[in-house]
């Protein structure tokens, strides 16, 4: 066989393999570490940028509520003097929340790290400051997880093909070769010098992205740091479930808690607020919202990325903190219910979500269910103890497959009561039971 053959076969091979990289994902995180992230099942979602001097929507509000021009120029006013890292990981911290996802870049392609690639950057704002290192620093000072919201689509960029939300035809002179390079050189700069737990991708439903795009993506940051826990956002596809094509770790429901799912991981992303960035005078959730939502997403066996917007000058609202802290405050007395369970036996429903762990199921009430609670247990499952989670007992029967929990008039917890039930075997066998 001569040498110009075999040279031009390896040559064919190699092309083939870097072809196939692009498309198929080589490498998954290791299982594991994402049973360690679902354990945490509760983290801070922040949205800034200077987008939050005019209180619109980040990247959204770009060319409507905020005229392009205007909207490009902001970062030349932000200076926000009284950000403080430190006091916005503290206040994730006092919420009882285990990790921070931070927008690195959102689709307005305003980088908020000192990055060599771009000149649109904090760096070149007021400020100058390394946002993204200095929350790095206090999430590590805190033994908080840092984790960083990294847009695909940029309208910004005059490389990617398309310059505005709803434009629907790409710009001919935009070359998307290039801006992917651009990607994966601000990952790597993100990944080898912040080490984040985990990256939130976002904005892979426009036409330029691919599912090949987001599987080379994949393989790239995987090669960077193979423990990087990746979301569902990087291949095309649907943010709510798991699907064969999905490129990345977990499923990502958007504004509603996911549906419950015992074999896949997932993430549901909602607001305290409307906006994701601060808007002035915005509507807050209750803290029977905040609290229903949090054990809504544990009972679906689903973590909560509960998303704040800081102002303008750097701090977060104080209503949003205090929330925040009410929060913090039910989950000292009811964590043991949250952390480290899983979700289930019983399907959520208006009444109540529950929760396991080992021997015990966690019910957590979201309203009385009136002066008896009967619930079905499979064969073979005995309850031995219940009681309140502040030790109260509650007193039982069973009866073959169906227990019987007498509810007094008034429950501990308005907002929601935990049960303990301490069962005869490990509960984590018991099938999803949606009760009668
Ligand atoms: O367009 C973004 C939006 O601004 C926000 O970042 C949310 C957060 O999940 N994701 C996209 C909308 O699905």
Same mark, same amino acid.
Request: aromatic fraction near 12%; hydrophobic fraction near 35%; charged fraction near 25%.
């Given at each position: 066989?001569?040498?110009?053959?075999?040279?031009?076969?390896?040559?064919?091979?190699?092309?083939?393999?870097?072809?196939?990289?692009?498309?198929?994902?080589?490498?998954?995180?290791?299982?594991?570490?994402?049973?360690?992230?679902?354990?945490?099942?509760?983290?801070?979602?922040?949205?800034?940028?200077?987008?939050?001097?005019?209180?619109?929507?980040?990247?959204?509000?770009?060319?409507?509520?905020?005229?392009?021009?205007?909207?490009?120029?902001?970062?030349?006013?932000?200076?926000?003097?009284?950000?403080?890292?430190?006091?916005?990981?503290?206040?994730?911290?006092?919420?009882?929340?285990?990790?921070?996802?931070?927008?690195?870049?959102?689709?307005?392609?305003?980088?908020?790290?000192?990055?060599?690639?771009?000149?649109?950057?904090?760096?070149?704002?007021?400020?100058?400051?390394?946002?993204?290192?200095?929350?790095?620093?206090?999430?590590?000072?805190?033994?908080?997880?840092?984790?960083?919201?990294?847009?695909?689509?940029?309208?910004?960029?005059?490389?990617?093909?398309?310059?505005?939300?709803?434009?629907?035809?790409?710009?001919?002179?935009?070359?998307?070769?290039?801006?992917?390079?651009?990607?994966?050189?601000?990952?790597?700069?993100?990944?080898?010098?912040?080490?984040?737990?985990?990256?939130?991708?976002?904005?892979?439903?426009?036409?330029?992205?691919?599912?090949?795009?987001?599987?080379?993506?994949?393989?790239?940051?995987?090669?960077?740091?193979?423990?990087?826990?990746?979301?569902?956002?990087?291949?095309?596809?649907?943010?709510?479930?798991?699907?064969?094509?999905?490129?990345?770790?977990?499923?990502?429901?958007? !504004? +509603?808690?996911?549906? %419950?799912?015992? $074999?896949? =991981?997932?993430?549901?992303?909602?607001? &305290? #607020?409307?906006?994701?960035?601060?808007?002035?005078?915005?509507?807050?959730?209750?803290?029977?919202?905040?609290?229903?939502?949090?054990?809504?997403?544990?009972?679906?066996?689903?973590?909560?990325?509960?998303?704040?917007?800081?102002?303008?000058?750097?701090?977060?609202?104080?209503?949003?903190?205090?929330?925040?802290?009410?929060?913090?405050?039910?989950?000292?007395?009811?964590?043991?219910?949250?952390?480290?369970?899983?979700?289930?036996?019983?399907?959520?429903?208006?009444?109540?979500?529950?929760?396991?762990?080992?021997?015990?199921?966690?019910?957590?009430?979201?309203?009385?269910?009136?002066?008896?609670?009967?619930?079905?247990?499979?064969?073979?499952?005995?309850?031995?103890?219940?009681?309140?989670?502040?030790?109260?007992?509650?007193?039982?029967? !069973? +009866?073959?497959?169906? %227990?019987?929990? $007498?509810? =007094?008039?008034?429950?501990?917890?308005? &907002? #929601?009561?935990?049960?303990?039930?301490?069962?005869?075997?490990?509960?984590?066998?018991?099938?999803?039971?949606?009760?009668?």
């Amino acid at each position: 066989m001569n040498r110009s053959f075999v040279m031009f076969f390896f040559l064919c091979c190699s092309l083939f393999s870097e072809a196939q990289q692009k498309t198929v994902v080589l490498e998954k995180t290791d299982s594991k570490i994402l049973d360690g992230f679902m354990d945490k099942r509760f983290g801070m979602f922040i949205h800034w940028g200077p987008i939050s001097m005019r209180g619109t929507e980040i990247g959204w509000s770009r060319n409507h509520e905020v005229s392009q021009q205007d909207y490009d120029s902001l970062y030349k006013e932000f200076n926000p003097v009284l950000f403080n890292a430190d006091a916005w990981v503290k206040a994730a911290k006092d919420a009882g929340m285990k990790y921070i996802t931070f927008t690195s870049k959102h689709h307005d392609g305003f980088s908020m790290w000192p990055t060599a690639y771009s000149n649109y950057s904090i760096m070149h704002s007021q400020y100058k400051k390394d946002i993204v290192g200095e929350l790095a620093k206090a999430c590590k000072k805190y033994d908080i997880k840092f984790c960083l919201y990294y847009t695909v689509l940029d309208w910004y960029d005059l490389n990617y093909p398309i310059h505005n939300n709803g434009i629907k035809e790409p710009d001919p002179k935009a070359d998307m070769t290039r801006f992917i390079q651009y990607m994966k050189n601000q990952l790597k700069e993100l990944v080898t010098n912040y080490h984040p737990y985990m990256i939130w991708f976002d904005g892979n439903w426009e036409s330029p992205w691919t599912q090949e795009m987001g599987a080379d993506i994949y393989n790239y940051l995987k090669k960077l740091d193979k423990n990087v826990i990746i979301n569902n956002r990087l291949g095309k596809g649907t943010h709510k479930i798991m699907t064969p094509e999905t490129v990345g770790d977990y499923a990502t429901p958007e !504004q +509603e808690v996911g549906e %419950i799912n015992m $074999s896949n =991981p997932w993430e549901s992303c909602i607001t &305290i #607020c409307h906006q994701w960035a601060w808007k002035p005078n915005d509507k807050m959730k209750t803290l029977k919202e905040c609290i229903q939502t949090l054990v809504g997403t544990a009972g679906g066996n689903g973590n909560l990325l509960f998303n704040v917007g800081p102002m303008p000058d750097g701090r977060m609202e104080d209503r949003q903190v205090k929330r925040l802290k009410e929060m913090g405050d039910w989950l000292k007395v009811n964590g043991e219910a949250i952390y480290g369970t899983k979700g289930g036996p019983y399907k959520p429903d208006s009444v109540l979500a529950a929760t396991r762990k080992g021997n015990k199921i966690y019910l957590h009430l979201f309203k009385k269910p009136g002066d008896q609670l009967v619930l079905p247990v499979p064969e073979g499952i005995k309850l031995l103890k219940a009681n309140f989670i502040n030790g109260v007992k509650v007193s039982f029967t !069973q +009866e073959g497959n169906s %227990i019987k929990l $007498s509810i =007094p008039d008034s429950l501990p917890d308005s &907002i #929601c009561t935990v049960i303990v039930l301490q069962m005869n075997a490990d509960t984590i066998g018991i099938p999803i039971i949606a009760k009668q």
